[in-house]
């Protein structure tokens, strides 16, 4: 079961919890990063949160 994480819905004005989201990783000029998506109980509206920087192995 994924972890809950906290999101936050810009047009409501009001954070929320949820363990259905999805993790998305792109690149960028600075590496890759990880993005989780979710939709907003309060607006239907996806909405995004930054993770972090994706570890990679060394070799």
């Known amino acids: 079961m994924p972890e809950?994480?906290?999101?936050?819905?810009i047009k409501e004005k009001k954070p929320?919890?949820?363990d259905k989201y999805e993790?998305?990783?792109?690149?960028?000029?600075?590496?890759k990063i990880r993005i989780a998506f979710a939709?907003?109980?309060?607006?239907?509206?996806?909405?995004?949160?930054?993770?972090?920087p994706v570890k990679e192995e060394k070799k």
């Open 4 to 9: 809950k994480l906290k999101f936050f819905d």
């Open 16 to 18: 929320f919890e949820t």
């Open 23 to 31: 993790v998305v990783v792109k690149e960028t000029k600075r590496g």
């Open 39 to 52: 939709v907003s109980p309060f607006t239907g509206k996806k909405v995004a949160r930054i993770l972090g």
